[in-house]
């Protein structure tokens, strides 16, 4: 739509038509004649008083879906190509929602309007000129509503790149309106615009004798996360130095904003600029919100990498302070170690996420290894058998510091062999076992008597040994670990490629045993879904250790061996489940302290339902008095047994959750109707918000364990893949209907959208990826929900054949206790046929075709055939119902069977052909 009709189409509606917004969605895509009319004759008299107007319009004006569909307008152009007076008219359109009383249709809220305006005016490209047309920036950061001036601060970026970097100087005076800020939720969004801001500024002034930067918004208008701006400015805002490792798929984005050409211009802004570190530096110093500091942190790089050395030397005080408060941490930890005595292999999971983060940073290496070197030091004296679990992501933790050593030595090598010669000479009799599992170290004289140490304790290992240790080191939860072990495993593959290429032709067994354990774990691998670099770097290596194998024989590999997932289980084992198997992994392999603490929250909030306590972990119930212990334990017995199930190693884990003081926050419910899934929106951003619907619209019994994990299903997909049939089961047999055509909604837009793609391209491999993965997911979800209604069927019929019998010997107790039971089954008949209904509501055909997309043949051969013989009847000429059948359907069971390989059952089919 043009700009200049969309202006005309406010216009109409101030004039006075109250149905005049339903004319406007009708006719989007009218254009502008040559005489500044519209082209279905409504005429507009561009002249008109707007300001004699406004007063008459008072109450009535009710504008609000009209702003939410203009929103959009300004992404297809890059900027607004009308006159001054339109664009004067459209920033008194704009103003409204400040300058008069506006009465807004349910569910809207004024404030929302007020975001739309600021959404709208901040996307009128190079109409906004001068501080003055600023006026809508400076009302929404007036307002009185937190998220009005939240969007007010999310704008300003967005301004700059609509409208070109003259309007830079004008922002950054306006910066010290968000110094004085005070409430919490918008402090927490402020330090993002500094960041973006400071790209743009990189933009128009070159650091040092370096090019310019450039940046640029990828937008994707279809996806409705991307009509917040915050989400698209995180997922879409790419600048040239700070984001050059990430590529974006120009594919996959509707629009890509670049910054106007004819601004590009040298600007000086170095005193701008200061005004932006000052504010910076006042929110990273900011001692009331951590949440304001870690966002801070976030965004450092892009300020840093922008600033000339003018600039960071006039600012040189700040940082120096910045770093030395980090050192100043680490020397806290120092002191919380020392303090711990005992109690340290509890919190051994925290420690170390902190201590590998620190020696991951140059500035503070030095201290990090320090305080490393006495953890491990303190942790071998008080749990030896904690150490072990630690050694491997140390090693791999300082491996990188020695492959440097050859080329750019360094100070920190004695202390990285220190904490070698601690791990591998100290406790090399304990941790014997796990010693052999390391890669030879580089050859650096001062590694000589560790090198000795590790070879003496691997020994003569066979080509099938060192697979065997390679397949143990790939399942490490730790992604570092794994990429450390691969690495070497591509090293191997190289080293002795003849005595591979025999292990994959010979015809022994135990030798096919190794080679499928292999291939499994190389493939689970490349499947890898962590955002990490070295979780991306994982895959890559994965991939190219799988292209070293070659081609294996099918014939040799086994399958995959999956245990029958079943969902028909009680709280407790469903709770114990998830903290063994998932939450207890997720808060262990952490990378950083945000995924770790969401892990944290969870573990602690399904203790505390399943009745879990402090005083169950033997050394905080040492403090107890007895007194309080034998009360807590009557009434605690449910989660004293729950609690005696875990493992000594999980319950050091999970025992610091059970003390610490985290706290769920309340989330609004976001509101969002229809289906979640977009084609090409990525499998983690899809399960996540469809998780985080249904867990906020749960109401069984379950509902306070799924609300409880949606923090970490942001971060930790094996996590949110287990618990999506758990939260789609509860949904259908205790949500309502509505509850339940949401969830077929959902499932039918995944196959839909395969089906619709479904061309010879995309079946034979060519295209797929993020979509064949959701595909994926709600195959196994409706296998999942297959098995649960086949099991209650079975439990039934069991069931009523044992009361059957039991009522024949015992008719008066039977009396008593059936009430109860019959209830009992009653309800699972009716929760039975909500998901029989699911089942049956999702067609076989549409099934049949999104298998064939995703080259899952014999399972689209099932859905298929059971399509066919619903239609047509059976394919057995002498059963009782064998019908015609469709050439068209005879055709596409033949295309399957083509890929299956099977020439007799193409002959077969090609007899039920009416021609």
Request: net charge negative; hydrophobic share 40%.
């Amino acid at each position: 739509m043009h700009s200049l009709t969309a202006l005309r189409l406010i216009q109409i509606h101030i004039e006075g038509s109250c149905g005049a917004y339903y004319f406007a969605t009708e006719s989007l895509s009218t254009e502008a004649d040559d005489n500044g009319g519209l082209k279905n004759g409504y005429a507009i008299n561009q002249e008109m008083e707007l300001e004699y107007l406004m007063p008459q319009v008072g109450a009535n004006f009710t504008f609000l879906p009209l702003l939410f569909s203009l929103r959009y307008t300004f992404y297809g152009e890059q900027a607004i190509q009308n006159t001054d007076d339109d664009a004067d008219l459209l920033h008194v359109v704009l103003k409204l929602p400040w300058t008069h009383s506006l009465m807004v249709a349910e569910p809207h809220h004024p404030w929302k309007t007020k975001c739309i305006s600021v959404q709208v005016a901040s996307k009128l490209g190079p109409s906004l000129k001068t501080e003055t047309d600023l006026k809508i920036l400076d009302f929404s950061f007036h307002d009185e509503v937190e998220e009005v001036r939240v969007e007010a601060v999310l704008s300003m970026p967005v301004i700059v790149l609509w409208s070109g970097l003259g309007l830079l100087m004008h922002i950054f005076r306006r910066l010290e309106l968000l110094g004085k800020e005070k409430n919490e939720k918008v402090k927490n969004i402020i330090p993002l615009t500094p960041g973006f801001l400071s790209c743009l500024y990189g933009s128009c002034n070159a650091v040092d004798g370096l090019s310019k930067s450039t940046s640029k918004l990828f937008l994707n208008i279809n996806n409705e996360k991307h009509s917040q701006t915050v989400d698209y400015l995180l997922q879409g805002f790419w600048c040239s130095k700070c984001d050059r490792s990430i590529a974006h798929n120009p594919e996959l984005y509707s629009q890509i904003i670049h910054q106007p050409d004819m601004q590009r211009t040298e600007i000086s802004l170095d005193c701008d600029f200061l005004h932006l570190q000052s504010l910076f530096f006042k929110l990273l110093y900011d001692e009331s919100s951590e949440e304001v500091q870690v966002a801070c942190v976030g965004v450092i790089r892009r300020i840093l990498i922008h600033g000339n050395t003018d600039v960071l030397l006039k600012t040189r005080s700040e940082w120096t302070k910045y770093t030395s408060l980090q050192q100043q941490a680490l020397k806290h930890i120092e002191m919380l170690i020392k303090m711990m005595g005992s109690h340290l292999s509890t919190y051994v999971p925290k420690l170390m996420v902190l201590l590998m983060h620190a020696i991951d940073k140059e500035p503070l290496q030095s201290e990090g290894l320090s305080i490393l070197h006495f953890f491990i030091e303190q942790l071998a004296k008080v749990s030896l058998s904690s150490t072990k679990h630690v050694i491997s992501q140390v090693f791999a933790a300082l491996i990188p510091f020695l492959e440097r050593e050859k080329e750019h030595p360094s100070n920190n090598l004695d202390k990285v062999v220190k904490i070698l010669k601690e791990l591998v000479l100290k406790n090399k009799v304990v941790l014997k076992e796990h010693i052999r599992e390391f890669p030879p170290l580089p050859s650096i004289p001062a590694l000589t008597e560790v090198n000795k140490a590790i070879q003496e304790a691997c020994g003569s290992m066979t080509l099938k040994d060192q697979l065997r240790d390679v397949v143990d080191g790939l399942n490490h939860e730790n992604l570092n670990v794994c990429y450390m072990v691969v690495c070497e495993l591509s090293k191997l593959l190289n080293l002795r490629r003849e005595e591979v290429t025999a292990l994959i032709t010979a015809e022994a067994h135990s030798d096919m045993d190794v080679l499928s354990s292999l291939i499994t774990s190389l493939l689970r691998g490349c499947a890898e879904e962590s955002r990490t670099a070295v979780g991306q770097r994982l895959k890559l290596v994965c991939a190219d250790c799988l292209g070293a194998l070659g081609a294996v024989d099918p014939a040799k590999v086994k399958g995959f061996t999956c245990q029958r997932f079943k969902i028909e289980c009680s709280d407790d084992d469903l709770i114990f489940e998830l903290i063994h198997k998932h939450l207890a992994r997720a808060f262990r392999a952490a990378p950083d302290t945000i995924i770790q603490d969401s892990a944290a929250l969870a573990i602690l909030e399904i203790l505390k339902i399943a009745g879990c306590e402090a005083s169950m972990d033997a050394s905080a119930a040492a403090s107890m008095s007895q007194k309080l212990k034998d009360k807590k334990s009557l009434d605690n017995r449910r989660g004293q047994k729950l609690w005696d199930r875990f493992s000594n190693y999980v319950k050091e884990i999970i025992a610091s959750c059970l003390t610490s003081r985290f706290q769920l926050p309340n989330v609004a419910d976001s509101a969002c109707t229809g289906p979640i899934y977009r084609p090409k929106m990525s499998f983690r951003r899809w399960i996540f918000n469809w998780i985080r619907k249904l867990a906020m619209h749960a109401t069984g019994s379950r509902a306070s364990i799924f609300n409880a994990c949606r923090g970490i299903v942001r971060h930790d997909m094996q996590t949110a893949i287990y618990l999506l049939p758990y939260l789609v089961l509860e949904a259908v047999c205790h949500g309502s209907e509505e509850a339940r055509h949401s969830i077929t909604e959902e499932i039918l837009s995944v196959l839909d959208a395969a089906v619709s793609e479904n061309s010879g391209a995309t079946v034979h491999g060519v295209s797929g990826g993020q979509s064949e993965v959701c595909i994926q997911a709600v195959f196994t979800l409706l296998d999942n929900l297959g098995q649960w209604v086949d099991d209650v069927e079975q439990e039934l019929a069991l069931s009523q054949s044992f009361q059957s019998s039991a009522s024949k010997q015992q008719s008066s107790k039977s009396k008593d206790q059936s009430p109860t039971s019959l209830i009992d089954q009653e309800q699972l008949l009716v929760q039975c046929k909500y998901v029989s209904e699911l089942l049956t509501a999702i067609p076989k055909v549409i099934l049949a075709r999104a298998s064939f997309r995703c080259q899952a043949y014999a399972r689209s051969l099932m859905y298929f055939e059971s399509h066919v013989r619903v239609q047509s009847g059976s394919f057995n000429p002498a059963a009782e119902r064998s019908g015609v059948f469709e050439d068209e359907d005879v055709s596409y069971l033949m295309e399957i069977y083509s890929w299956l390989d099977e020439p007799d059952g193409l002959s077969g089919l090609a007899c039920l052909r009416k021609s």
